[in-house]
Structures are given as C-alpha cells and as structure tokens.
Nanobody, 125 residues
Framework: QVQLVESGGGSVQAGGSLRLSCRFL????????IGWFRQTPGKEREGVAT???????FYPTSVKGRFTISLDTVKNTLDLQMNSLQPDDTAMYFC???????????????????WGQGTQVTVSS
C-alpha cells in the first residue's frame, strides 16, 4: 500500500533552519499533487508548500520566502527546506500526496488522499 514517511524534524532556536524529507513508498511522487502541511493542537491543518507537475509551487504568505519545496525524482522524495524559523512555525509537519479531490485548492488538505504520520518541529525563542 502507499506509505509516506517523514523525517528531519527537531528542535531549533528562532532564526535557525531545518530540512524535512518525505519518502514515498509504492507511489511515484512526480505523477500527482504532493505537499507539506502542518498542524498544532486545536487548529486546522494548513498547507505550507505544495507542488504538482502542472503548476508552480504554492506557498502561503506566512512562509513565502522562507520555505522551499523540492522534489527529487530519482530518490522519489519530497523535501522542505525551512529557513528563518520562528516560534509560530512550531507544529507537527505532514507530507501529503495524490489529488484525490482536485476541486479543493492546492493548499487545502481536503485535496489530498495519502498522508504520512508527521514529524515534529519545535522552534524556541
């Protein structure tokens, strides 16, 4: 079955950087929509970077210029480079794949079919 496995989370101080990676098992990432989302307790899951073969990457205003999504088609992995991290970036970060519901926008989590288990990112001030 399809599996998405995230790695690279951790704790950093404000202003620091982290690089997350998502490994796709039994799924070719380049064929559909893929992306990174995050969620904190009590809040809805939000998109932070999404990518598809049909569009340029999408980023919300909150991370634009700080986060960069990249797809390695050889390794079949999706990375998220996060720079200038702030305490507000603290969250569980999830990898997602497959445009199961394309009627939803690229940054809407309802668009995606498959999800990883998440990796925690904690930014201290």
């Amino acid at each position: 079955q399809v599996q998405l496995v995230e790695s690279g989370g951790g704790s950093v101080q404000a202003g620091g950087s982290l690089r997350l990676s998502c490994r796709f098992l039994n799924y070719i990432a380049s064929t559909s929509c893929i992306g990174w989302f995050r969620q904190t307790p009590g809040k809805e899951r939000e998109g932070v970077a999404t990518y598809s073969r049909y569009d340029d990457p999408f980023y919300p205003t909150s991370v634009k210029g700080r986060f960069t999504i990249s797809l390695d088609t050889v390794k079949n992995t999706l990375d998220l480079q996060m720079n200038s991290l702030q305490p507000d970036d603290t969250a569980m970060y999830f990898c997602a794949a497959d445009c199961g519901k394309p009627q939803f926008g690229p940054l809407n989590p309802q668009r995606y079919t498959y999800w990883g288990q998440g990796t925690q990112v904690t930014v201290s001030s």
